[in-house]
């Protein structure tokens, strides 16, 4: 059974960072694209961050130059890196897989997600 885990939410700081991480098991991660969606209360589900089976990278506007996706392969996990965190980037986040090597589209269900909440 394949299953994501997400992890490394909490509350800080604007102008703090995170690393959030998600965990894969039943599957390897560096299959497939991985992707991190959030939610803020009241909105749509959207895209923050994907990572390619081949490692090419894309970022919504709004996080572009302050997070970083990446990918460790050992450890069957990929991590979303957030620097200079803003309180517009208050949501869950969510990883899922994307439906191909290099599609953003999420592919399966959803988890739990990690809170992440910025104070100003």
């Known amino acids: 059974q394949v299953q994501l885990v997400e992890s490394g939410g909490g509350l800080v700081q604007a102008g703090g960072s995170l690393r959030l991480s998600c965990a894969a098991s039943?599957?390897?991660?560096?299959?497939?694209?991985t992707v991190w969606y959030r939610q803020a209360p009241g909105k749509q589900r959207e895209l923050v961050a994907g990572i390619t089976r081949g490692g090419n990278t894309n970022y919504a506007d709004s996080v572009k130059g302050r997070f970083t996706i990446s990918r460790d392969n050992a450890k069957n996990t990929v991590y979303l890196q957030m620097n200079n965190l803003k309180p517009e980037d208050t949501a869950v986040y969510y990883c899922?897989?994307?439906?191909?090597?290099?599609?953003?589209?999420?592919?399966?269900?959803w988890g739990q997600g990690t809170q992440v909440t910025v104070s100003s």
């Open positions: 039943g599957t390897s991660i560096s299959i497939g694209a």
């Open positions: 899922n897989k994307g439906k191909s090597d290099t599609s953003f589209s999420p592919g399966g269900p």
